[in-house]
């Protein structure tokens, strides 16, 4: 198989335990492709979790779990030294590594630990590196942060920091599945606890991965759409050009990492649509995860109960494609 054929069987391998949420599903995949992080919120139940394991079960990975709650410590992520004592009496410090240094990292209810935990996180999600006690531990080449947080239940949580929800490459929103999806995840609920799963297929392994992120690199991308990319950061930053809605609806635009995911998305949007080039339309539908979570939004657009989303959608609809 080529590494596509790869690719494209680990989606549908996630996509059969994940009923009905094939766009989510596929937001992960380009998230694996694009070497980024993701943040997926959804409401509880609607199988986050699952989404995250039934990846790291078609993929050959070491999958790690942190659940954060109030008293997770900084070391519990990322590790720690330990004073070992040898039969002389004498001893040293060894390093134990933390379940970051996994290769796909679920951080379940993310925003329920404090800041200090939270940005433990940070330089592992950027630089793919800790550092503790003065000394820098690489992470694996194949490393993800896979976070998750709910909506609602806001009481003793811990609002995550714009730093470090602009290092997420994709911010996806999971919702309800429809009625007859629902069905079927009953029916495949029901055959799990029946013990009808059969033997576990082959993993995929991650050298696929890596010829697939070698292919995406040589997707093409025109002046033309390039242009495009920036013309939708640049409408964040100065939407007073594009009349005066946006412009009391946005506070603060995307970041130059905005740009760079809509650049890095669409290209694994693009080859995983089997094309070696990249569209004004790959562009247009990766642009809601890529900027959803790096829009701030006044108090006039929550007031006109307008979201992030429909401030795209309108970005999208003024921002001119260049021919």
Same mark, same amino acid.
């Given at each position: 198989?080529?590494?596509?054929?790869?690719?494209?069987?680990?989606?549908?391998?996630?996509?059969?335990?994940?009923?009905?949420?094939?766009?989510?599903?596929?937001?992960?995949?380009?998230?694996?492709?694009?070497?980024?992080?993701?943040?997926?919120?959804?409401?509880?139940?609607?199988?986050?979790?699952?989404?995250?394991?039934?990846?790291?079960?078609?993929?050959?990975?070491?999958?790690?779990?942190?659940?954060?709650?109030?008293?997770?410590?900084?070391?519990?992520?990322?590790?720690?030294?330990?004073?070992?004592?040898?039969?002389?009496?004498?001893?040293?410090?060894?390093?134990?590594?933390?379940?970051?240094?996994?290769?796909?990292?679920?951080?379940?209810?993310?925003?329920?630990?404090?800041?200090?935990?939270?940005?433990?996180?940070?330089?592992?999600?950027?630089?793919?590196?800790?550092?503790?006690?003065?000394?820098?531990?690489?992470?694996?080449?194949?490393?993800?942060?896979?976070?998750?947080?709910?909506?609602?239940?806001?009481?003793?949580?811990?609002?995550?920091?714009?730093?470090?929800?602009?290092?997420?490459?994709?911010?996806?929103?999971?919702?309800?599945?429809?009625?007859?999806?629902?069905?079927?995840?009953?029916?495949?609920?029901?055959?799990?606890?029946?013990?009808?799963?059969?033997?576990?297929?082959?993993?995929?392994?991650?050298?696929?991965?890596?010829?697939?992120?070698?292919?995406?690199?040589?997707?093409?991308?025109?002046?033309?759409?390039?242009?495009?990319?920036?013309?939708?950061?640049?409408?964040?930053?100065?939407?007073?050009?594009?009349?005066?809605?946006?412009?009391?609806?946005?506070?603060?635009?995307?970041?130059?990492?905005?740009?760079?995911?809509?650049?890095?998305?669409?290209? @694994?949007? /693009?080859?995983? +649509?089997?094309? #070696?080039? $990249?569209?004004? %339309?790959?562009?247009?539908? &990766? =642009?809601?995860?890529?900027?959803?979570?790096?829009?701030?939004?006044?108090?006039? @657009?929550? /007031?006109?109960? +307008?979201?992030? #989303?429909? $401030?795209?959608? %309108?970005?999208?609809?003024? &921002? =001119?494609?260049?021919?």
């Amino acid at each position: 198989m080529t590494a596509r054929d790869c690719v494209l069987e680990i989606q549908r391998r996630v996509e059969q335990g994940v009923v009905g949420q094939e766009r989510v599903v596929e937001r992960l995949i380009i998230a694996l492709l694009a070497n980024g992080n993701v943040l997926i919120e959804g409401l509880p139940g609607l199988a986050k979790t699952r989404a995250v394991r039934s990846l790291s079960q078609a993929l050959e990975s070491d999958f790690s779990r942190i659940q954060f709650t109030p008293d997770l410590l900084p070391s519990d992520v990322t590790g720690g030294e330990i004073y070992r004592a040898d039969a002389a009496g004498a001893g040293s410090f060894e390093f134990r590594k933390g379940p970051i240094f996994g290769n796909l990292v679920l951080a379940d209810e993310i925003n329920r630990a404090p800041a200090k935990v939270q940005s433990a996180l940070l330089e592992a999600m950027e630089e793919r590196q800790v550092t503790v006690s003065g000394k820098t531990y690489a992470l694996p080449d194949l490393f993800m942060v896979l976070a998750t947080q709910n909506p609602i239940e806001q009481e003793g949580t811990y609002p995550l920091p714009e730093a470090q929800m602009d290092r997420f490459l994709l911010h996806v929103r999971i919702s309800y599945p429809s009625d007859a999806d629902e069905a079927k995840v009953m029916r495949l609920v029901r055959g799990e606890e029946a013990g009808g799963a059969g033997d576990a297929a082959p993993k995929i392994p991650q050298s696929e991965i890596f010829a697939a992120r070698k292919e995406i690199h040589a997707v093409r991308t025109v002046e033309a759409v390039e242009s495009y990319i920036v013309a939708l950061i640049a409408a964040t930053r100065r939407p007073d050009k594009f009349g005066d809605a946006l412009k009391q609806w946005i506070a603060i635009g995307s970041s130059p990492r905005g740009t760079l995911a809509l650049d890095r998305a669409s290209r @694994a949007f /693009a080859w995983l +649509k089997g094309r #070696d080039y $990249v569209t004004p %339309e790959d562009v247009q539908a &990766v =642009a809601h995860d890529c900027l959803r979570h790096r829009l701030s939004l006044t108090y006039e @657009a929550g /007031a006109d109960g +307008k979201s992030a #989303d429909d $401030v795209v959608d %309108e970005i999208i609809r003024q &921002v =001119a494609v260049a021919v």
